[in-house]
């Protein structure tokens, strides 16, 4: 049996495509084990071009968990635009400031800074010891319940914030 009969054989579907660049994985066969290479736009557009080793036999899990990564993080990348456009979305660097209340003594915290958030995209360094705020002003007349949720490439883990 292949390789390929067994990426058939997985519940959800994988679509095999014409061209590497159409692909989220590519998948090479060396002796016993697959190396699985990361092809995602949204990943390697900010420089993440990661490499996993599986063996054929974890291979099924591995795609699985793959499979689960990619169908949630588009399923929540496709906001309703009825949504997006009465959501206002802001992004920033917190920095340490005196509460504005007499009877509060403890340092605050507040945006310090322009709003990273541009273009759909929330693109900075993080630098290390700071802190990092998200903004959301609801315009709409309906309640909203949002949810921040983490999508790491380099083991497909998804984590509520």
Do not use: W
Not at 24 to 35: D, I, K, M, S, W
Not at 57 to 63: D, E, I, V
Not at 67 to 94: M, P, Q, W
Request: one cysteine or more; charged letters at 30%.
């Amino acid at each position: 049996m292949s390789v390929r009969d067994d990426i058939r054989r997985l519940p959800h579907s994988i679509k095999f495509v014409d061209s590497p660049d159409d692909a989220y994985l590519e998948l090479t066969l060396r002796e016993n084990q697959v190396v699985v290479s990361v092809r995602d736009r949204k990943a390697i557009v900010y420089g993440f071009d990661h490499k996993f080793l599986t063996t054929r036999q974890n291979l099924t899990s591995f795609l699985e968990k793959a499979g689960c990564f990619y169908r949630e993080r588009d399923r929540h990348t496709s906001i309703d635009s009825e949504v997006a456009e009465n959501v206002i979305l802001e992004f920033y660097k917190l920095g340490p400031t005196h509460s504005k209340f007499e009877d509060i003594p403890e340092c605050q915290l507040e945006a310090s800074g322009l709003n990273l958030y541009y273009g759909d995209t929330i693109d900075f360094i993080v630098e290390e010891g700071c802190v990092y705020g998200v903004k959301l002003t609801n315009l709409s007349s309906d309640d909203l319940y949002p949810t921040l949720v983490y999508f790491d490439n380099s083991d497909f883990s998804i984590s509520n914030v």
